[in-house]
């Protein structure tokens, strides 16, 4: 049971480069969350999903984009990096109100 | 959505001393007060949540008290330890898809 995992854990982009980071939780729980984490500012919505086949903007949506695979996967997308991503990326899911968090993506856009 | 607001943003207590953070919030709504504590490198992780039909809350050296009124909840720690260095964040809400996180308070215990 590892709860919620994420990949990669680290990356480095370069601006104007895409990629997409995976998540995936095996707590069979429909709700499913991305945050960035930046110096001084506190875990920030990113996207959330709801449910399999549902997802709704979070707090700083703009350069994001997100796909709900299925009741387990939910990725986050960066069809072009800026300098403004690099920050750390969390997933998590809920349990009860409670957050479970994946082990984080280190991101940096050179 | 919810304002929150958390204070300090930093904390240096003596090893032994007690350590308490105020997380004030907006949404009369909300009925769900959680304290998350995130280790360097780590994930955050739950230590101690209340929900609002209660007052207080303790496991072991942790606390958590709620003011529904003033509308504010407060982590306590006792006696800490140098294992409880890290930063903490509070996320008060009533609905888990209108999720706001304080901006954390980092706690430093001297040896």
């Known amino acids: 049971n590892a709860g919620v995992t994420q990949t990669p854990k680290f990356q480095v982009l370069k601006t104007g480069q895409s990629m997409t980071l995976q998540c995936a939780q095996d707590m069979n729980q429909n709700s499913m969350y991305w945050y960035r984490q930046d110096p001084g500012m506190g875990l920030r919505l990113i996207y959330y999903s709801a449910s399999e086949g549902t997802t709704d903007k979070g707090e700083v949506p703009n350069g994001y984009n997100v796909s709900r695979l299925n009741k387990r996967e939910f990725s986050l997308r960066l069809e072009s990096a800026a300098p403004s991503q690099t920050s750390v990326y969390f997933c998590?899911?809920?349990?009860?109100?409670?957050?479970?968090f994946g082990p984080g993506t280190r991101l940096t856009v050179l | 959505g919810e304002n929150v607001e958390q204070h300090p943003s930093t904390l240096s207590v003596q090893e032994g001393d007690s350590a308490v953070i105020k997380c004030t919030y907006s949404?009369?709504?909300?009925?769900?007060f959680p304290w998350y504590k995130q280790e360097l490198g780590k994930r955050p992780q739950l230590i101690i949540d209340?929900?609002?039909?209660?007052g207080e809350k303790k496991d072991q050296r942790i606390a958590v008290t709620l003011n529904k009124t003033a509308k504010h909840f407060s982590l306590h720690i006792t006696e800490t330890q140098p294992e409880d260095s890290a930063v903490y964040f509070c996320?008060?809400?009533?609905?888990?898809?209108?999720?706001?996180f304080g901006a954390g308070t980092t706690v430093t215990v001297r040896a």
């Open positions: 998590a899911s809920s349990v009860s109100n409670e957050q479970f």
């Open positions: 209340i929900r609002s039909n209660v």
């Open positions: 949404d009369s709504a909300s009925n769900y």
């Open positions: 996320a008060p809400h009533f609905n888990d898809y209108k999720l706001s």
